[in-house]
């Protein structure tokens, strides 16, 4: 296991029902037991400690290789009205993604389902997804926002909640996402990174420590206003966009 950056999250918005905070990338979104061998922290632990609020609640979450906007709620009857909001759909999430490759598209919305590739020769992990017959219905859509060094910074709009959604569909359309250990060009490469932790080799092959997707924006509709919340690239995605050299 990675051990995590020394950044810390950061509250983006305080609101007397909610907190939106900004989630460094090698953070959890809550606790849970990952068996490795360096204590991950968590957000909403985090939180717990800096603010002494015991109720508060996450109702959406984060990989913890992605950064990003994540809401927490302060009570049970937000916790409540957040449920209803994801269910139905009424959040806008927006995600920024550094991809191997450069389409020839501008906007392309993919609708295509996504379940469980399962295990055998060509998949040694449980938790990848594919698109796949009779798979959950999954679409994104997505926009191109610049091109370099046969790479692309992607906008991601999620319009459903699947897992590894806008990973899994990225590698669908051919295009793998840098430092991405599951749908990467290397089949293996989670493999290895159980087997070793993330060592600089492994870094090396594949661009960044970590999955390059950033939670960008949030916009939800909240006591008769609309909220919304923005976080820019983050600094090692930036940092690796800006070692590539532009498109001419």
Do not use: C
Not at 57 to 84: K, Q
Not at 147 to 172: D, M, N, T, Y
Not at 240 to 246: I, K, R, S, V
């Amino acid at each position: 296991m990675t051990a995590p950056t020394a950044e810390k999250p950061r509250v983006v918005t305080e609101h007397p029902d909610f907190y939106i905070v900004h989630k460094p990338a090698l953070w959890l979104t809550h606790r849970v037991h990952t068996g490795g061998r360096v204590a991950v922290p968590d957000v909403l632990s985090w939180m717990h400690r800096e603010t002494g609020e015991p109720d508060l609640s996450p109702p959406h979450r984060l990989d913890r290789e992605t950064s990003g906007l994540l809401v927490l709620s302060r009570d049970t009857e937000a916790a409540r009205r957040f449920f209803t909001l994801f269910k139905t759909h009424l959040v806008g999430k927006t995600y920024l993604a550094l991809v191997r490759g450069t389409p020839d598209w501008t906007r392309r919305t993919l609708d295509a389902p996504l379940g469980d590739l399962g295990l055998g020769a060509a998949n040694r992990v449980l938790m990848r997804q594919a698109v796949v017959p009779g798979g959950r219905p999954a679409v994104t859509d997505f926009r191109v926002l610049e091109r370099r060094s046969g790479h692309a910074l992607i906008e991601a709009h999620p319009r459903s909640g699947r897992l590894h959604q806008i990973r899994a569909h990225l590698f669908h359309l051919g295009l793998p996402m840098v430092g991405d250990k599951i749908y990467g060009p290397e089949r293996d490469a989670f493999v290895e990174f159980i087997e070793t932790g993330q060592t600089p080799e492994l870094t090396a092959r594949l661009g960044l420590p970590r999955q390059a997707l950033h939670a960008a924006r949030l916009a939800f509709p909240w006591a008769g206003a609309q909220v919304v919340a923005e976080a820019g690239l983050p600094g090692d995605m930036q940092g690796f966009w800006d070692g590539l050299a532009p498109r001419v």
